[in-house]
């Protein structure tokens, strides 16, 4: 079993920045894939960036050259850097981990964390 927290979400105004974190209760090495999803209110969770076998990232339309996705395993923890922030950028952030290669933006990883708010405003 994976646990995930996350946590670095806030308010904040259109420009701004932010550092999400995600640290896992096992060690990171281990997690072939791992990504964050967003969902706003009213929305289906949809998919913002992965990172796999520590070096491959991948990224959504919306949020590619803004947004970076990084992990330190030594600290077991992903990160998803936010520049450039957006009103529309509002949602809840979560973490996902899974152990296998699978299709990065599908919402199927085995693990997920509880979420944290990100609130953009204009």
């Known amino acids: 079993q994976v646990q995930l927290v996350e946590s670095g979400g806030g308010l904040v105004q259109t420009g701004d920045s932010l550092r999400l974190s995600c640290a896992a209760s096992?060690?990171?090495?281990?997690?072939?894939?791992m990504g964050w999803f967003r969902q706003a209110p009213g929305k289906e969770r949809e998919f913002v960036a992965a990172?796999?076998?520590?070096?491959?990232?991948y990224y959504a339309d919306s949020v590619k050259g803004r947004f970076t996705i990084s992990r330190d395993n030594s600290k077991n923890t992903v990160y998803l850097q936010m520049n450039s922030l957006k009103p529309e950028d509002t949602a809840v952030y979560y973490c996902?981990?899974?152990?296998?290669?699978?299709?990065?933006?599908?919402?199927?990883?085995?693990?997920w964390g509880q979420g944290t708010q990100v609130t953009v405003s204009s």
């Open positions: 990172i796999r076998e520590s070096v491959i990232t």
């Open positions: 996902a981990a899974d152990r296998g290669r699978i299709p990065v933006g599908i919402a199927k990883y085995d693990y």
């Open positions: 096992v060690r990171t090495f281990s997690i072939n894939t």
